[in-house]
């Protein structure tokens, strides 16, 4: 069984090897939209400021980080409360297919983050490592399809 924590990111000392990994996820897998990796501290210090708007949680495995997860809540009229969005979910390549994955989500489900009463992530079209473990954690594609436009630069 793994030692696994997951554990809120609450101060900068672990920043620069989040932002490691925050590259690392847009750059093996084929982002949806133009990605600027400046923005990439203000997340950061915008989750440590805002905790209640969204939270960084770290994946750890006897004291060595092995991942992360950017977790953003908003009210669903549709769910009748919150809906957790996983906008970012990356595992260390050295530590993927340990069931790390799938730890997260009975974490997810078992801590529910936000009062969460359901979840909702994107998955890239090529990414069937992700979406077969999505599947198997029982989330659906749902027969719409996402649109969005940038307002600002």
């Not at 620069?16 to 690392?24: E, I, K, Q, T």
């Not at 009062?115 to 998955?123: G, H, K, T």
């Amino acid at each position: 069984m793994l030692e696994l924590e997951f554990l809120p990111m609450t101060d900068r000392s672990l920043a620069d090897n989040v932002l490691s990994m925050m590259r690392a996820l847009y750059t093996g897998d084929e982002p949806a939209s133009e990605v600027n990796f400046d923005r990439f501290p203000q997340t950061i210090d915008f989750v440590l400021r805002e905790p209640d708007r969204g939270r960084i949680i770290l994946f750890r495995e006897r004291g060595l980080l092995r991942g992360y997860a950017l977790l953003i809540p908003y009210w669903s009229n549709e769910f009748g409360g919150t809906l957790l969005f996983v906008d970012e979910l990356f595992v260390v390549p050295e530590a993927r297919s340990r069931g790390i994955g799938h730890r997260f989500f009975q974490f997810i489900s078992a801590e529910r983050p936000f009062d969460a009463v359901a979840l909702a992530l994107e998955v890239g079209p090529r990414n069937a490592r992700a979406r077969a473990l999505y599947e198997s954690e029982g989330l659906t594609l749902r027969p719409y399809a996402v649109m969005t436009k940038r307002i600002v630069r």
